[in-house]
């Protein structure tokens, strides 16, 4: 007998919440943010309104499915399941911070602040979860199927990101690598730079789009289902021993970037999160491209 599916209810710790555990009392709270010019009351609000959309999302879960709930600083710990349906309830960032967790299962975003977030994954409101989720259920529903990059080290590391992965110093200080391009005829080149950026479609929403914006590109930005990455080397510099004659492209669907690392520690990691990354070091290669797993955000 197959089993009911599971709704996962994704959230993360609300600003006011966090207050609460640095300073103990909500006037302890009120104090610390008024002598920075903010009032509490504001903050306090918003973690209502958050409190209020799980609410809402979890009582609109069918009651012969099961459900759990999964804080975002448990996400590593959380075992998915094939049958599981993901509600996303907060932030367009958190919709990629469980991305990389996930293998198919459908993802409904739920904005618990419109107005506040840009809504580009986050595209549904708290009244609307009982209909997606039945909607689901009766495999129904249309769902985008968003592209995802992936960086695989050469002693089997492997990231998965929906929006970008970086690669450079912790610090964002000088990295020294050999790039090059798979099937661009073995062309390398020796780069020291602040990093190289590969995004998604998604990503150009973020990060990817202010360098694109800055270098003034003339790539056409990806769209978030389209099977294209684009890349960019952050501040290369020449000299005798480094060029800067690869600084930007993009990559198909069965193209990849691939990155020798010439620096005692480099590391990947994934839509801003450094505290998940890969560990690289001298003669090291890692190499960047599409993935070929999908997030599927329902629409």
């Given amino acids: 007998m197959s089993l009911a599916p599971r709704a996962v209810l994704v959230h993360r710790t609300t600003e006011y919440e966090e207050l609460l555990a640095r300073h103990g009392t909500h006037g302890q709270a009120a104090f610390f943010l008024a002598s920075r010019g903010r009032d509490v009351a504001e903050v306090a609000e918003r973690h209502g309104r958050?409190?209020?959309?799980l609410a809402e999302v979890s009582s609109a879960v069918p009651q012969a499915w099961r459900q759990a709930r999964v804080e975002r600083a448990?996400?590593?710990?959380?075992?998915?399941?094939?049958?599981?349906?993901?509600?996303v309830v907060g932030q367009d960032g958190l919709v990629a911070n469980v991305?990389?967790?996930?293998?198919?299962?459908?993802?409904?975003?739920?904005?618990?602040?419109?107005?506040r977030n840009p809504g580009v994954l986050v595209r549904h409101r708290p009244?609307?979860?009982?209909?997606?989720?039945?909607?689901?259920?009766?495999?129904?529903?249309?769902?985008?199927?968003?592209t995802m990059v992936e960086a695989v080290a050469d002693d089997t590391q492997r990231l998965v990101a929906l929006n970008e992965i970086y690669l450079g110093?912790?610090?964002?200080?000088?990295?020294?690598?050999?790039?090059?391009?798979?099937?661009?005829?073995?062309?390398?080149?020796?780069?020291a730079s602040s990093g190289?950026?590969?995004?998604?479609?998604?990503?150009?929403?973020?990060?990817?789009?202010?360098?694109?914006?800055?270098?003034?590109?003339?790539?056409?930005?990806?769209?978030?289902?389209?099977?294209?990455?684009?890349?960019?080397?952050?501040?290369?510099?020449?000299?005798?021993?480094t060029g800067t004659a690869l600084v930007a492209g993009e990559l198909t669907a069965s193209a990849a970037l691939t990155l020798m690392v010439e620096s005692d520690r480099l590391i990947a990691f994934g839509d801003g999160i450094e505290t998940d990354a890969l560990e690289l070091t001298w003669g090291q290669t890692v190499r960047v491209g599409a993935c070929a797993r999908r997030l599927r955000l329902v629409c």
């Fill in 196 to 241: 190289v950026l590969v995004g998604t479609g998604t990503g150009a929403t973020g990060w990817l789009r202010s360098v694109w914006q800055e270098r003034g590109a003339r790539l056409p930005l990806p769209a978030p289902t389209e099977d294209r990455l684009l890349w960019f080397v952050r501040e290369a510099w020449p000299s005798p021993a």
């Fill in 74 to 87: 448990d996400l590593d710990r959380f075992l998915f399941a094939p049958e599981d349906v993901v509600v």
């Fill in 99 to 115: 991305a990389k967790y996930l293998d198919g299962q459908p993802v409904i975003g739920i904005d618990t602040d419109p107005g």
């Fill in 169 to 191: 110093t912790a610090g964002h200080q000088t990295a020294r690598y050999r790039l090059g391009l798979e099937g661009d005829g073995g062309v390398v080149e020796a780069q």
């Fill in 127 to 146: 009244a609307q979860a009982a209909v997606l989720l039945a909607s689901v259920a009766a495999t129904a529903t249309r769902a985008d199927e968003l």
């Fill in 50 to 53: 958050t409190r209020r959309a």
